[in-house]
């Protein structure tokens, strides 16, 4: 049972552009959720998170937007940089309390084009 | 501040070896989780430890256990290895709150052939 879905395995965007990349879940317990950036061969370094009592959480280019009735959330790059191509990922904490086991969609990689 | 270790970073291994992989977790970090990831299925998570005790546990045969030490190292260890274990084996380690912004480190890159 895949509780949370990165539907889109690729994008592909031009320098400057937005890039938008889509998650959705399936648990309605989820009340946190974070995104994560891997390059090859390094593991995923924390980007952004949000709450489930926000909808909308920006640091500098990036932005996540949460729709907790469609289950959906989103992170926006604007504008896009070359540095930015890497494989993206959207994880959940599983659980009550403080616990330290995410749940991880299955990567979109982005490619951001000079 | 030194990010989290891990070694080896590469590994080559025979079907039913056993293998042991280790990881130091960030100085004052004292929770640590394992993942898998493979092409097929992203990144799963396999089991974190917090003050030498396993508090969660994944969907992973009685193969992969784990440790963790008094000084919040840890690792975890395949017993029988099997093809399919072949995989990016990922430790993250995060403070006590929290827990769920956690840091990663390169991976150890097994391979069983």
């Known amino acids: 049972d895949q509780q949370v879905k990165q539907n889109s395995p690729s994008l592909s965007v031009q320098e400057g552009r937005i890039s938008i990349l889509n998650c959705d879940y399936t648990?309605?317990?989820?009340?946190?959720f974070l995104w994560y950036k891997k390059y090859p061969a390094e593991g995923p370094t924390f980007l952004i998170s949000?709450?489930?009592?926000?909808d909308k959480n920006e640091d500098g280019r990036f932005t996540v937007f949460l729709n907790k009735s469609a289950k959906h959330l989103s992170l926006h790059i604007v504008p896009s940089q070359p540095g930015d191509s890497a494989v993206y990922f959207c994880?959940?904490?599983?659980?009550?309390?403080?616990?330290?086991?995410?749940?991880f969609g299955q990567g979109t990689t982005l490619q951001v084009k000079p | 501040k030194a990010g989290v270790t891990q070694t080896p970073r590469y590994l080559i291994k025979t079907r039913g070896q056993q293998v042991t992989l280790s990881c130091s977790p960030i100085?004052?970090?004292?929770?640590v989780s394992w993942y898998q990831q493979t092409p097929g299925q992203g990144l799963q998570f396999l089991f974190e430890?917090?003050?030498?005790?396993?508090?969660n546990k994944g969907n992973f045969p009685g193969r992969f256990s784990g440790r963790q030490f008094s000084n919040s190292r840890s690792e975890m260890n395949v017993s029988t290895l099997e093809l399919g274990d072949s995989a990016l084996y990922l430790c993250?380690?995060?403070?006590?709150?929290?827990?769920?912004?956690?840091?990663f480190g390169p991976g150890t890159r097994l391979t069983v052939l």
């Open positions: 994880a959940a904490p599983h659980g009550s309390g403080n616990t330290g086991k995410l749940i």
């Open positions: 949000i709450s489930s009592i926000k």
């Open positions: 648990n309605s317990m989820f009340d946190y």
């Open positions: 993250a380690s995060s403070l006590p709150t929290p827990v769920n912004e956690q840091f």
């Open positions: 430890y917090f003050s030498e005790t396993q508090r």
């Open positions: 100085s004052g970090h004292r929770s």
